[in-house]
T-cell receptor, first 109, second 112 residues
Framework: KNEVEQSPQNLTAQEGEFITINCSYS?????LHWLQQHPGGGIVSLFM???GKKKHGRLIATINIQEKHSSLHITASHPRDSAVYIC???????????FGTGTRLQVFP | DAGITQSPRHKVTETGTPVTLRCHQT?????MYWYRQDPGHGLRLIHY???????DKGEVSDGYSVSRSKTEDFLLTLESATSSQTSVYFC???????????FGQGTRLTVV
């Protein structure tokens, strides 16, 4: 079993829909990252959080340390949000990032 | 955008040849990392550096070596490339282990 699990693996949505991507982890962590990767492109950091909630524009990230779970929400989704979203946790024991396999999101007009 | 550049962006090489990938940063960040990205796997750490001449192995280091002679450059070398090393390679930098990481654009390497 992977230490970081994301769901769903693939997600399609119509423009304007509210989207949720989930990340569960099984190790002790110091922080959790949400990353975005466009097709053929590099990886961009969206959020780093260790508690509570962060918001940036239409993106909201939450984390529940007790339940070892984080969610990434996209409000009013747009086709330009189409990308792979990656969850990564910073292991408390090793100080290394452990990555999920990503959620591929496609938003259609 | 963080100043991090990978070169080359694409490379095709033959089995058994040596290959060196370069990561260059202009942020003066202490930590530099090399990851590989393969279908069905999350990014996996190959090697990392925590300072000039200070490097250590990651989870998939076999067949790879690294060097960091200057703060700004981190080189990944495949001494004798194999087809299993066909992958997309990402470099990342961070100021501390617990701060935001910045990633390069990736290098797509094909070993034929």
């Amino acid at each position: 079993k992977n230490e970081v699990e994301q769901s769903p693996q693939n997600l399609t949505a119509q423009e304007g829909e509210f989207i949720t991507i989930n990340c569960s982890y099984s190790v002790g962590i110091s922080a959790l990252h949400w990353l975005q990767q466009h097709p053929g492109g590099g990886i961009v950091s969206l959020f780093m959080l260790s508690s509570g909630k962060k918001k940036h524009g239409r993106l909201i990230a939450t984390i529940n340390i007790q339940e070892k779970h984080s969610s990434l929400h996209i409000t009013a989704s747009h086709p330009r949000d189409s990308a792979v979203y990656i969850c990564a946790v910073l292991s408390y024991n090793t100080d290394k990032l452990i990555f999920g396999t990503g959620t591929r999101l496609q938003v259609f007009p | 955008d963080a100043g991090i550049t990978q070169s080359p962006r694409h490379k095709v090489t033959e089995t058994g040849t040596p290959v060196t990938l370069r990561c260059h940063q202009t942020e003066n960040h202490r930590y530099m990392y090399w990851y590989r990205q393969d279908p069905g796997h999350g990014l996996r750490l190959i090697h990392y550096s925590y300072g000039v001449k200070d490097t250590d192995k990651g989870e998939v280091s076999d067949g790879y070596s690294v060097s960091r002679s200057k703060t700004e450059d981190f080189l990944l070398t495949l001494e004798s490339a194999t087809s299993s090393q066909t992958s997309v390679y990402f470099c990342a930098i961070s100021d501390r282990v617990d701060t935001e990481a910045f990633f390069g654009q990736g290098t797509r390497l094909t070993v034929v």
